[in-house]
């Protein structure tokens, strides 16, 4: 069983940053594929990033450029910097770690992060 858990969220002016991690513990994430989805207000849950065991990363288009994903295995923790913020980044940003066996799913969820950029 992992457990996730999140950190960094807050309020950010248009133009600012903010960094977001997520410390992992019960047991190492380092072979699984972690990431980061967000949710808007009455909108659909988005995949922003993800970053397989070996450092890969892909993003969604709109961040592309803005935020960047890194890893820490030592420190079980996975980290999304986010700087150009936009009013339409505010979300909650939920940390993810995706199946051993099928990276594509999504294993277990963190409790979320708010994360609100004012204009």
């Known amino acids: 069983q992992v457990r996730l858990v999140e950190s960094g969220g807050g309020l950010a002016q248009a133009g600012g940053s903010l960094r977001l991690s997520c410390a992992a513990s019960?047991?190492?994430?380092?072979?699984?594929?972690m990431g980061w989805y967000r949710q808007a207000p009455e909108k659909e849950r988005e995949l922003v990033a993800n970053?397989?065991?070996?450092?890969?990363?892909n993003y969604k288009e709109s961040v592309k450029g803005r935020f960047a994903i890194s890893r820490d295995n030592a420190k079980n923790t996975v980290y999304l910097q986010m700087n150009s913020l936009k009013p339409e980044d505010t979300a909650v940003y939920y940390c993810?770690?995706?199946?051993?066996?099928?990276?594509?799913?999504?294993?277990?969820w963190g409790q979320g992060a708010q994360v609100t950029v004012s204009s």
């Open positions: 993810f770690a995706a199946k051993l066996s099928r990276p594509s799913d999504v294993n277990y």
């Open positions: 019960g047991s190492t994430v380092s072979f699984r594929t």
């Open positions: 970053i397989s065991p070996s450092g890969t990363s």
